[in-house]
């Protein structure tokens, strides 16, 4: 069983930066894509990026693609999303998940098999 935890979020600008980090705790993770959802107030939640934790390949949504940065810190077992020129429709609670054992890119929340609990954003105008 993996447990995630997400930190890193707050209020911010737009124009600004955040860098949220997603901390992996239980059973090894490195045969487990990691993504980043988001899901704004009353939205359902949708796909931001995703990385295969051994190989290090990564993809994005084209709404980020460009502005956001998913890496890995494989000795901390930490996910990262570095996120640059933040808009206001970039505001959600940020949400990172895990796919067990697969290499892939999933990109629909119902692929994925553990959650944490979120992060709110608030990017103002």
């Known amino acids: 069983q993996v447990q995630l935890a997400e930190s890193g979020g707050g209020l911010v600008q737009a124009g600004g930066s955040l860098r949220l980090s997603c901390a992996a705790s239980?059973?090894?993770?490195?045969?487990?894509?990691v993504g980043w959802f988001r899901q704004p107030p009353g939205k359902e939640r949708k796909f931001v990026a995703a990385i295969t934790w051994s190989g290090g390949s990564t993809y994005y949504a084209d709404s980020v693609k460009g502005r956001f940065t998913i890496s890995r810190d494989n000795a901390k077992k930490t996910v990262y999303l570095q996120m640059n020129s933040l808009k206001p429709e970039d505001t959600a609670v940020y949400y990172c998940?895990?796919?067990?054992?697969?290499?892939?890119?999933?990109?629909?929340?119902?692929?994925?098999?553990?959650w944490g609990q979120g992060t709110q954003v608030t990017v103002s105008s």
């Open positions: 998940a895990g796919r067990a054992y697969y290499s892939g890119f999933p990109t629909t929340a119902s692929r994925y098999d553990y």
């Open positions: 239980g059973r090894t993770f490195s045969s487990d894509t």
